[in-house]
């Protein structure tokens, strides 16, 4: 159970409580996955229940998923210990897109573009884009305007937010001020809570990539590498 920090904020507070997805087989065998859309690993779905385990005193008004399915079942989970909070799909919340290396096996798109990989793995540059696929920043641009767009329409309350690593780290070292190259530094735990405030105009981090809930041997299946 999510305790005090977690809670939700006051008059003219919208309260953002992010979660990203918990595992799937792509994830564990280090494939890359954007817009490619497995569903979640068996391991995913107990670190999915563990999320809801850790919500279940926190007050949720509304609940948002990016439409992938690996965030639509942890959504699932979330949403199916409540009575009436229906799950609302935003495409803003989506992964980003990886073009040509999207659902390959990371050792074959080292093999196949290893220029590319160096250079998406490289923090010093500011941006970086797949061939047919999306650039950093426009990730983070979408995934920012969805976030703006939502506080708009909730303007008091607690939303829960069910989205993906690569633009929570984009936004998150944004919101630091770290070059977009550094994303990954930002990127949360699979199954990870944070919570954020929305008031005065501003967006504030109030808690950032929580794993108390996992803490049972729900961090890294017993076959990942540490």
């Known amino acids: 159970m999510i305790s005090t920090p977690f809670q939700t904020g006051g008059l003219n507070v919208t309260t953002l409580i992010f979660v990203r997805h918990g595992v799937t087989a792509e994830n564990l065998n280090y494939t890359l996955i954007g817009h490619t859309d497995p569903p979640l690993h068996e391991f995913g779905v107990l670190q999915?229940?563990?999320?809801?385990?850790?919500?279940?005193?926190?007050s949720i008004d509304c609940l948002y998923s990016s439409p992938l399915k690996r965030c639509l079942q942890t959504a699932?989970?979330?949403?199916?210990?409540?009575r009436n909070l229906e799950i609302n799909t935003c495409p803003a919340l989506s992964e980003?897109?990886?073009g040509?290396?999207?659902?390959?096996?990371?050792?074959?798109?080292?093999?196949?573009y290893k220029s590319l990989m160096d250079a998406a793995l490289d923090d010093s540059l500011p941006d970086f884009q797949f061939p047919s696929?999306?650039?950093?920043?426009a990730a983070l641009r979408r995934f920012q305007q969805g976030l703006e767009s939502l506080v708009a329409k909730h303007k008091e309350g607690t939303v829960c937010i069910v989205t993906h690593g690569g633009p929570l780290g984009l936004w998150l070292a944004d919101y630091h001020g770290d070059p977009l190259g550094r994303f990954r530094h930002w990127q949360p735990h699979h199954?990870?809570?944070?919570?954020?405030?929305?008031?005065?105009?501003?967006?504030?981090v109030d808690t950032?990539?929580?794993?108390?809930?996992?803490?049972?041997?729900?961090m890294k299946p017993p076959s990942q590498p540490s």
Not at 48 to 58: E, R, S
Not at 100 to 112: N, T
Not at 133 to 137: A, K, L, T
């Open 96 to 98: 980003i897109h990886l």
């Open 133 to 137: 696929g999306e650039s950093r920043s």
């Open 208 to 218: 950032l990539d929580s794993t108390e809930h996992l803490s049972n041997g729900l």
């Open 76 to 82: 699932s989970v979330i949403a199916e210990r409540r």
């Open 48 to 58: 999915a229940k563990a999320v809801a385990n850790a919500l279940q005193n926190v």
């Open 191 to 204: 199954a990870s809570i944070a919570r954020v405030t929305y008031r005065d105009r501003r967006f504030h």
């Open 100 to 112: 040509i290396v999207d659902g390959m096996s990371s050792f074959l798109a080292y093999e196949r």
